[in-house]
């Protein structure tokens, strides 16, 4: 099966003192060479600008557009858990087979301009060399950062997968999922309830679409503050594509979201369950208390979440 990705993808401050003294742990304590090879420095000079240019357009796109920070990061967690960090999530479906982008719970993802913008000018700089799955972490990264979030840094090296079906996006978290669900499904994936619930706290920026969530309306969910289902039940009277924020600050990478399940404030079930569940409530009180905590296991669990099933020479495609 011969798959199409998209022509350009193929061709052409601190948040807090806790992040420095990480992204210099994770430097020192061996990181420098990642899993399966991945190395911090691995454009070091075959192209030794990728960094910057990622950062260059990332910032030039979410000055324009801060509402696609969120999009960007969702992009890279859904590329990650199919099949791994792979680049996946951008190959086009071709007459033969549906690929992961057009999977219902893709169609919302936007941002990808902002991806074919990078490769497009890393392939003028440096030809053939940088993956459109780690422009995807680099990218994400950048977002994170941008939206005032953890600095983290990653390994790179990541090759482009040549499979792309829609069935594996039934691997995907629902947003219907309890917390038991969602601790078996991110433990299937080598991550722990804490660093599931850290995870889950990337929705602080970001909306939901109401289809999302109107579920939780038809009978009201006990679990709802009352005012807030208020406001849910506006936002769905426009149609279940009307967005509802997470939070308050929904550009801003913070806790908020954190507070808010605390105040039964999460827009969705899988929201909701992460503070009304006895296995994770723990976790999200300390969240809510600490945002230094909450960005120190985020930022933690995100590299661990791009170092997934790693494509590497024959697994992967080569970059033409």
């Known amino acids: 099966m011969v798959y199409k990705r998209p022509l350009k993808c193929l061709k052409i401050v601190m948040a807090n003192l806790v992040t420095v003294f990480v992204v210099m742990g994770i430097i020192v304590s ?24 990622v950062k260059d357009i990332v910032n030039r796109a979410l000055e324009d557009d801060p509402s696609l920070a969120a999009p960007l990061l ?3 967690f859904h590329d990650c858990f199919i099949q791994g960090c792979d680049g996946s999530i951008l190959i086009d479906s071709t007459e033969g087979n549906k690929a992961e982008k057009d999977s219902p719970e893709n169609l919302s993802l936007r941002g990808h301009e902002i991806i074919d913008d990078i490769k497009e000018e890393l392939e003028r700089q440096c030809p053939g060399v940088v993956s459109c799955a780690d422009i995807l972490a ?6 994170v950062f941008f939206a005032g979030g953890p600095v983290y840094d990653i390994p790179k090296g990541r090759k482009d997968g040549t499979r ?16 038991s669900h969602l601790i078996k499904m991110f433990g299937q994936h080598g991550f722990s309830a804490q660093e599931m619930v850290a995870l889950s706290g990337d929705h602080t920026i970001g909306v939901a679409r109401c ?13 709802l503050n009352s005012e807030f289902a208020k406001t849910l ?11 509802q924020p997470f939070d308050e600050t929904w550009d801003d990478f913070d806790n908020l979201y954190i507070d808010a399940l605390v105040s039964n404030n999460g827009v969705l079930a899988s929201d909701k369950t992460l503070f009304t569940s006895l296995r994770t409530r723990n976790f999200v009180n300390s969240y809510a208390q600490n945002q230094a905590l909450f960005f120190l296991d ?21 970059i033409n």
């Open 30 to 53: 061996g990181f420098r060479i990642g899993a399966d090879g991945l190395n911090m420095n691995y454009y070091l000079f075959s192209c030794p600008f990728v960094e910057s240019v």
């Open 211 to 223: 289809s999302s969530f109107k579920n939780r309306l038809t009978k009201v969910d006990p679990n």
């Open 164 to 179: 792309s079906k829609i069935e594996d996006t039934m691997n995907l978290p629902s947003p219907n999922f309890n917390a």
């Open 74 to 76: 969702r992009m890279h």
């Open 138 to 143: 680099l990218a994400a990264r950048g977002a």
């Open 233 to 243: 039940f506006r936002t769905c009277s426009d149609g279940d594509n009307a967005e």
């Open 298 to 318: 985020f930022q933690q669990a995100i590299v661990k979440m791009s170092l997934l099933d790693i494509k590497e020479g024959s697994k992967g495609h080569e």
